[in-house]
């Protein structure tokens, strides 16, 4: 099975930076697209950044300017430094790709979840 495992949550003030990882691993033919969402309480989960199939990248207008996504494509990793942290930015944060574990099978792969928690 494909597994993505998250890093990098914590507790910040607001103002601060925070840098999440997300490594893909096990039966991996391809990534088609990686990035990140987040769920705060009482909400829904929503797209913060991510690589789409073409390479390109989207952000939530919410994080625009403060966020920046990144990857790793030999190490399967992905990144997400967060800079100017809110106090809305606090939320369980979530890996996704889009894995291709053979010619014929796609899996839609969610991480467990990193906690990110931003103080005021």
């Known amino acids: 099975q494909v597994q993505l495992v998250e890093s990098g949550g914590g507790l910040v003030q607001a103002g601060g930076s925070l840098r999440l990882s997300c490594a893909a691993s096990?039966?991996?033919?391809?990534?088609?697209?990686m990035g990140w969402y987040r769920q705060a309480p009482g909400k829904q989960r929503e797209l913060v950044a991510i690589f789409t199939r073409s390479g390109s990248t989207n952000y939530a207008d919410s994080v625009k300017g403060r966020f920046t996504i990144s990857r790793d494509t030999a190490k399967n990793t992905v990144y997400l430094q967060m800079n100017s942290l809110k106090p809305e930015d606090t939320a369980v944060y979530y890996c996704y790709a889009g894995v291709a574990v053979n010619s014929g099978s796609y899996s839609l792969t969610w991480g467990q979840g990193t906690q990110v928690t931003v103080s005021s």
């Open positions: 096990g039966s991996i033919f391809s990534i088609n697209a």
